[in-house]
């Protein structure tokens, strides 16, 4: 074989494997993106079971920016303490500490 012919199939090893680790990467994104929206979607369920259609929606619009899971589980603890809907949106609306 000859040299140019191995480096040709070296640089095909390459640039698949390359294309494998961003296939790789893309999938873990869209996983983890999905998880989120999976996340957003039962606090919202819960929210509106305890509170309302309408607490539930404003909590939906709230969420859609939220990308910290720990931000996500503390809104589910909240769903749990708070006693209105109107107590959950405030803590939903103050900034994360």
Same mark, same amino acid.
């Given at each position: !074989?000859? %040299?140019?012919?191995? &480096?040709?199939? #070296?640089?095909?090893?390459?640039? *698949?494997?390359?294309?494998? /680790? @961003?296939?790789?990467?893309?999938? !873990?994104? %869209?996983?983890?993106? &999905?998880?989120? #929206?999976?996340?957003?979607?039962? *606090?919202?369920?819960?929210? /509106? @079971?305890?509170?309302?259609?309408?607490?539930?929606?404003?909590?939906? &619009?709230?969420?859609?920016?939220?990308?910290?899971?720990?931000?996500?589980?503390?809104?589910?603890?909240?769903?749990?303490?708070?006693?209105?809907?109107?107590?959950?949106?405030?803590?939903?609306?103050?900034?994360?500490?």
């Amino acid at each position: !074989m000859t %040299r140019l012919a191995r &480096r040709a199939k #070296e640089w095909e090893s390459e640039w *698949l494997r390359e294309d494998m /680790e @961003r296939g790789i990467e893309q999938g !873990m994104e %869209r996983g983890f993106a &999905r998880g989120m #929206e999976d996340q957003r979607a039962l *606090l919202c369920r819960q929210a /509106e @079971r305890k509170f309302g259609r309408e607490v539930a929606g404003t909590l939906a &619009r709230r969420l859609a920016a939220v990308t910290d899971s720990e931000r996500l589980a503390l809104v589910g603890d909240w769903i749990i303490d708070c006693d209105a809907g109107a107590a959950l949106l405030e803590r939903v609306a103050e900034p994360s500490t």
